[in-house]
Nanobody, 115 residues
Framework: QVQLVESGGGLVQAGGSLRLSCAASRTIFSINVMGWYRQAPGKQRELVAR???????NYADSVKGRFTISRDNARNPVYLQMNSLKPEDTAVYYC?????????WGQGTQVTVSS
């Protein structure tokens, strides 16, 4: 079992920045993949960024060059630094952990970008 708690969402103007944090209940080095997903109203949940146990990362094309996923060595949390935010980034952002073949989700944190 892995429990996840996100924080750091909020309201920001277009062009601004936010940093999201995801705290996991076990050391993240033991987790195969951790990622950030988002879901806007009326849309499907989509991948934003992932970081693998070897430190490699991948990003959705829509956020490349603006968002950065990182982790604090073996300890919590995993971060998502979001720069140059756009109104279309508005969504509920969810943290996900893939561990021993199962997927675990946090409760989500709202990010709202005003124009």
């Amino acid at each position: 079992q892995v429990q996840l708690v996100e924080s750091g969402g909020g309201l920001v103007q277009a062009g601004g920045s936010l940093r999201l944090s995801c705290a996991a209940s076990r050391t993240i080095f033991s987790i195969n993949v951790m990622g950030w997903y988002r879901q806007a109203p009326g849309k499907q949940r989509e991948l934003v960024a992932r970081i693998f146990s070897d430190g490699s990362t991948n990003y959705a094309d829509s956020v490349k060059g603006r968002f950065t996923i990182s982790r604090d060595n073996a300890r919590n949390p995993v971060y998502l630094q979001m720069n140059s935010l756009k109104p279309e980034d508005t969504a509920v952002y969810y943290c996900k952990a893939e561990y021993l073949g199962s997927a675990y989700w946090g409760q989500g944190t709202q990010v709202t970008v005003s124009s």
